[in-house]
């Protein structure tokens, strides 16, 4: 299976921060990558699919970038709804495999 | 577009079976290949395994390879996910998804519980 690891686990930031978070595989993905916002109790919710591309409805204070084996999604200035945690997902196996999360909280 | 209900809250002892649904609507419901991912309390997202019901293709992940059953009714548009041998590290919050390669939509989830 192809491992994925986020950094960093955790992260407290302010509105209207700029943050970083990474992902990486253990093997190349190309840009198979996506990226889920998840909020206590709820489903997750897709952010940026094929590395780089919005989901329908994403503003575009998010964007996506990465390919082969390093991926990252920028936010460029948080808003009170982004905190959440945010997982990746590589589908380039036909098995699925999901980074351990990153939580980004409120400082 | 298409939406995804799941079945309700489950209980159950360790060793036991638990089937949970979940009914696509919308969109171009008969044509979607379903994921499902579970969430164990306070970790991440595993991938469990995945249907394609128009081709009856199923694909399971190796460690739930003989105790995960995957299976649709197409006449519904409800797919069924049915773990077996259940242990106490299987209670988490199971989730249907789309599977476009990425998933969306989402089910609601269905928390299962496995207690003596």
């Known amino acids: 299976d192809i491992h994925m690891t986020q950094s960093p686990s955790s992260l407290s930031a302010s509105v209207g921060d700029r943050v970083t978070l990474t992902c990486r595989a253990s093997?190349?993905?190309?840009?198979?990558l996506a990226w889920y916002q998840q909020k206590p109790g709820k489903a997750p919710k897709v952010v940026v699919y094929?590395?780089?591309r919005l989901a329908s409805g994403v503003p575009s204070r998010f964007n996506g970038s990465g390919s082969g084996t390093d991926h990252t999604l920028t936010i460029s200035s948080l808003q009170t709804e982004d905190f959440a945690t945010y997982y990746c997902q590589q589908y380039y196996s036909t098995l699925i495999t999901f980074g351990q999360g990153t939580r980004l909280e409120i400082k | 577009q298409v939406q995804l209900v799941q079945s309700g809250a489950e209980v159950k002892k360790p060793g036991s079976s638990v089937k949970v649904s979940c009914k696509a609507s919308g969109g171009t419901s008969t044509s979607l290949t379903v994921s499902w991912v579970r969430q164990a309390p306070g970790h991440g997202l595993e991938w469990l395994g995945r249907i394609v019901p128009f081709l009856n293709i199923i694909t399971y992940a190796e460690k739930f390879e003989g105790r995960l059953t995957l299976t649709a009714d197409k006449s519904t548009t409800t797919v069924y996910m049915d773990l077996s041998s259940l242990r106490s590290d299987d209670t988490a919050v199971y989730y249907c998804?789309?599977?476009?390669?990425?998933?969306?939509?989402w089910g609601q989830g269905t928390r299962v519980t496995v207690s003596s």
């Open positions: 094929a590395a780089s």
């Open positions: 093997q190349d993905i190309r840009n198979s």
């Open positions: 998804a789309g599977d476009v390669n990425w998933f969306d939509p």
